[in-house]
């Protein structure tokens, strides 16, 4: 995920040639329970590799001074105990920093990248595959999907592997809420950056306004091939796809797909939940530091896993809430609190209905409460006769990744039904601000309205 060239090697192969180590710019060297002294010795008996080495051992292994120490390390035994998660993370911290050092890296907000990896090599091909054959004109590609889904992420990965390709490079990190923050000024303030960033410039570079900013992004980036990613914003899009040149690639992270219509990307990539098996893994992680739970907990795992919904934001915080949990009795008063207090949950998911007309806004929270699974024509009369306007309400929170719909097909009547869908934490979510609100849902008085 961090666009970083890993390679994994058998014992046998490092022995049999040790330039394979030689450029390497950190070794992890895991080390089994029949690894010895007289391995590591052969192996490493280079000073400089030795200072490259982070071990990760099965057990405790023997030692002596004749071993250079290495870089960090970190004993595992699953049957005695769980991996301590501040250990790991400090591992890994290691690791990056030292890299870094060496490589440009963004650096995901994420621990585990479990179902996320084959994801960011998929669009990665993609994008490869696009640039390779055509070098006649920008390219711009989507990533698409609702608060939580792993837009960033992904984008994050993909900008690791291929911002080396590019003459200049820039990722505008939650530009949305820098932009709605301090307005135009907040515009401005992103265009100094990508101008800065791209021309790798030292000193400020000076920006008026908007429009001043838009003259000053044609003349000094014309005909520059760069990678940029515009996290959650599209207002920067047009002046790039302007001045850029004809072998840029431009990335855009959405929630609202009317925003990549306009961009007319090349391709965009929607971002759903993760399968079962992933979101299994996802949570075990989070909530043991290892791919199975005990299995006490099995059962229970099984309910909070099925609560998240695939959604990977929500299998991390609800397994990290759930971290260091250890017994049954626990677990359940854990899991019944987390069904009342979801705060952390809703406050990240709620920014997906932020930005909604008046109107929009209790549609949206109309359809949480009665039209679930009902027929979407069903649904946009209901919803036309409450605001007078229900195709329009309905395709703009569809466009927001807040509700979605699916085919109900009929085999006797032989004919499928378009219902309307809304995902689990969402619908809570919107359940959640009625209550807090005291918005009243009286059904009689949604008709009368």
């Not at 992103?190 to 960033?197: A, C, P, T, W």
Request: aromatic share 6%; net charge neutral; glycine share 6%.
């Amino acid at each position: 995920m961090l666009g970083l060239d890993v390679r994994l090697l058998h014992k046998d192969e490092v022995m049999s040639d040790r330039t394979r180590l030689e450029n390497a710019k950190v070794i992890l060297c895991i080390i089994s329970i029949t690894f010895s002294n007289g391995d590591l010795k052969s192996m490493f008996s280079n000073a400089d590799i030795s200072s490259k080495i982070v071990h990760i051992s099965y057990g405790s292994y023997p030692t002596d001074e004749s071993i250079p120490e290495p870089l960090s390390k970190m004993e595992v035994d699953f049957e005695r105990k769980e991996l301590e998660k501040g250990r790991f993370i400090k591992m890994v911290n290691t690791v990056v920093q030292t890299l870094k050092r060496h490589k440009e890296i963004m650096e995901p907000a994420v621990d585990f990248p479990v179902g996320l990896a084959e994801r960011s090599s998929d669009i990665e091909s993609y994008i490869q595959d696009c640039m390779t054959m055509s070098g006649e004109s920008l390219q711009c590609f989507g990533l698409l999907g609702m608060g939580g889904a792993g837009k960033t992420t992904l984008a994050m990965s993909n900008y690791n592997k291929i911002h080396c390709k590019f003459e200049g490079s820039f990722f505008s990190v939650n530009t949305r809420a820098e932009v709605q923050d301090k307005g135009r000024l907040g515009l401005v303030a992103v265009q100094k950056k990508i101008v800065e960033n791209l021309l790798k410039l030292k000193e400020d570079v000076t920006i008026n306004d908007e429009v001043h900013g838009k003259a000053v992004l044609s003349n000094k980036l014309s005909n520059i091939n760069a990678l940029v990613v515009l996290d959650d914003v599209d207002a920067l899009y047009k002046p790039l796809q302007s001045c850029l040149g004809p072998k840029s690639v431009v990335i855009i992270t959405t929630r609202e797909r009317k925003v990549l219509e306009s961009a007319r990307p090349t391709k965009t990539f929607g971002i759903g939940g993760l399968g079962k098996e992933m979101s299994k893994l996802l949570f075990y992680w989070n909530a043991f530091m290892k791919p199975k739970p005990p299995v006490e907990l099995e059962e229970v795992s099984e309910r909070a896993i099925e609560a998240c919904d695939g959604l990977p934001l929500a299998l991390k915080v609800v397994g990290s809430y759930l971290y260091n949990v250890s017994d049954k009795s626990s677990w359940e008063e854990s899991f019944s609190y987390l069904q009342k207090n979801k705060r952390e949950i809703f406050d990240v998911l709620r920014i997906s209905s932020d930005g909604l007309e008046d109107a929009e806004k209790e549609a949206f929270l109309d359809i949480c409460c009665f039209v679930i699974d009902e027929k979407e024509d069903l649904a946009c009369a209901v919803l036309n006769a409450c605001y007078g306007m229900g195709r329009t309400c309905l395709h703009e929170l569809q466009s927001k990744c807040l509700i979605t719909t699916y085919v109900d097909f009929n085999i006797y009547e032989r004919k499928g039904v378009r219902r309307i869908r809304v995902h689990d934490q969402l619908r809570d979510m919107g359940r959640r601000i009625i209550r807090e609100e005291r918005r009243d849902r009286d059904p009689l008085k949604m008709c009368a309205r």
